[in-house]
């Protein structure tokens, strides 16, 4: 399916770094920053951000509730929790490795 | 998965609709805000609507993403298909039932062979710890299944450390008290280690020991559960009760349980000690049985090998009475079941998964033309966001749910069918421990057997099914599907072999059923209720001499033609129809070595007055046969015809061989041709001799009473008759001879219908094969169909399209079976081996092979029925809109 062209696993982690910098967001929101910030290098479903949420709801590491959207809207809200910081701080990491890594293989090519 | 997750999966059933009404709001939340935006763009509200749901992507997608993520997708989504399957399966009833019955056969007539495999070979024998428990036999070449002698077992046992060793022997006995009739009983003179050895316990008293096995040791007597119920009411007071065994005396000391005793026969047992017909001193009489147990500190192979190794020993220490006897050595499981890879099982076995698998195959037409008609349905339901495993899974779980529910039915089929088989054999032919229960292994066996045809008949069918083009099977809307040309062709091969397997089948059972049901003139005389039979068995210490049982013979016949309602009284070596012994002969001019097999009847002068049958030719035997200075014997016609071909067999000279190379040829001289009697149960009369009986008076006896009579009237007297003769001799087995005669021929019966069941499974496979692949063709080809509909083909043309193409696939398997049949009975000679004197009787026969090809095409005719109506329902409109 064409969400499959956001990098696998990398999805949940824009997800909770989006939830890091901006506060409690609604889906839709969501989705736009994450597109606003790959400036159309992504081509992304939006409708895949949210078995994502649930998945990241599910392991604790962002919690929800319903509240108000700028329309006036009963819109359901997204907020990262200690446990999603914690692992933000992980995941970047181990990201920030892999793609050094993987530059210096790259840029070593003769 | 981590513990987390996996309890919010689990836990998600409860909070099911909440979280769809969530996802719901959240979704056109979603999509209401991008419409804004690209309204806000200068989009109309409708552009601007769609674009929204293309830029979110697919919403049922999402959704089913959505639901996997949420609960336990896996067990979820199967329980849905199985609802899904059961619902889509009620409303195509007739491919559900055509499908199951045909799974059903499959699986119950492989379930019941394996019940009746597993109840011969694979249970245990119901002795404790059985599996320590060995048979000690001995074998030369021609007899691979003897006993040892006393002086073998006894020698034998003292120089054996690793396994302690008990001998029996079985017979016929009369047991009788000072106020009842005798009985006849199975008795077992056993060593004392015998029930220590088999672990036997009694109810009440005790079992016979070491002790009661000594010379001049009181006489002990220990009777099964059976008798003690029916002879002494199942009273305690049985023990110490005397009772007369074949005439001596012996106290009764124990009793033990029905179903436990060993060997299953017997109902008494004694001390060997006591046995007077056992010869202690001939190394040759090789008459006991021998169990032993393998002490618990040794190993069972080098156990049995020690045995083997004394016995063999034991023979080349003995050269005379011991030339070429080897001692054998096998548990006693392995002894009394047989093992499962003996071939002839293996062969029954594969009987069975033959059945199987041509079941199976033929559901997997069925399933096949089922998915042809249905692609517009796995089309869409692909399209809409159903992943390939998924729609895999779905057919496959449908073709799961017809297994099971044809297992199910197909457990019916084989509890019916063992049952039915069981019927088919008399009470006391089979020992107790073979009562064909269907136990928790048989059950598990099913189900295996039933999951492996899901997967067998499935598998292929959901893989083409949901291989097909998605887009291609849309745009014509699911009236162009493409079958596969390989799997077509193949399965047109495998049904052409199930009609010739059909034909081969069909052509065997009308020859054996022309055989068998081809009458003589004596088959009425048997069937009447008019002729009481029984059998007498005289004890050999009683009985020794020829003169003595003689004089027996003559005091019955006298005592009980005195009977009211008495006609005459006969007596013979065994009864019509009967196994009897077997004799070689020769006719004048003929050198020894060309002696033929016969079978031999030693009758009574009033035998044949008695059956109510007269001489073919000649006299029958008087009573002036078989005195001394007499040579006469009597033939029957098939003999006449081997010995005298072309002459009056009349006045005729024939030798009886015996068995000893060097002793002289007996030469007797042929005074009658004797009525047709069969020996052996429904099969072609063969060469009989008929010898006096006073020749040599037999211990074992049969005794033929001709009524007035039904035969159970005068039953009650003529065992009274007996009884006043000599009490240790009782008439067992009484019934009447039409009776007798029926329960005689329980195996051919049983075998009969065995054949005749498994040639209908075969045929009416073959049909549901037929249809399947009719069905299979017209659903892959319904585009072609309308198109002629359209063209103006009328509806017999189709209808001759459609049966033409049965009858093609009819024709080659005719053909093939035809040719099978001829071949087969060329290579086997069945028709010949069967010495058949009907006149054009033969395996191959072209009456009734044209008949069998009749009976194919009215099947293909019925078969080809309801795909004609599916190819007339096409509608040519519909399908040429589609192009």
Redesign the interface.
Known sequence: MAADEVPYGTLDLMVLKTLDGLGPLHGYGIARRIEQVAQGSLALNQGTIYPALLRLEQKRWIASEWGTSENNRRARFYRITTAGRKQLAAAAESWARTVSMVNRLLENEP | M?P??LL??LLDPLFRARRDR??N???R??L???A?EFEAKGLSPEEARSAARR?????D??AM??R???GLPLVESIAQDARFAGRSLTRDRGFAITTVLVLALGIGVNNMMFTILYTHTLRSLPVAGADRVVFVSTRDERNTDRGLSWLEFDETRQAVGGTALAAFATGPAALADADRAPERVERSHVTGQLFDVLRIAPIIGRVITVEDDRPGAPPVAVVSESIWKASFGGDRSVLGHDVSIDGSPATIVGVIADRSGFPASSNVWQPLASSKSLDRDDRAARVLRVVGRVREDQRMDEAMAEVRTVGDRLSADHPDASRGIHTRVVTINERFLGRASDPAWAAFMAVGFLVLLIAAANAAHLMIARGLQRAREVAIRASLGASRWRLFRQLLLESSLLAAVGGAIGLGFAVAGVRLFRQGIPAGILPYWMDYAIDARVLAALVGVSAITAVLAGTVPALQACRADVNDTLRNGGARVTDSRVGRRWSGALLVVELALGVVMLANVAFSMRVSSASVPSDAALTTDTVLTGLVSLPADRYPSPQSRLAFQDAVKEQLARLPGVRGVAMASALPVFPVSERKILAEGQERGDAISVRQVAIGEEYFDVLGLGAERGRLFTSEDGVPGSDSVLVNAQLAARLFPDGNPVGGRIALVPPQETAALEWRTVVGVAPIIRQRPQAEPEPIVYMPLRLSPPAAAAILVAGDLPAAQIAPAAREALRRIDPAVPLYDVAALGEAVARAEWNARLSHSLLLALTLIAVGLAAAGLFAVINRMVAGRRREFGVRLALGASASDVARLVVGNAAKYVAYGAVAGIAAAIAWDAAFGVSARSQTTLPGARLADPIVLLAIAGVLAAVALLASLAPVRMALGVDPLAVLRQD
């Open positions: 981590s987390r997750v919010s999966r969530r996802l709001d959240e979704v939340l979603h209401d805000l991008l804004e830029a979110f992507g697919g919403v997608q999402v993403r959505y996997d993520q949420r």
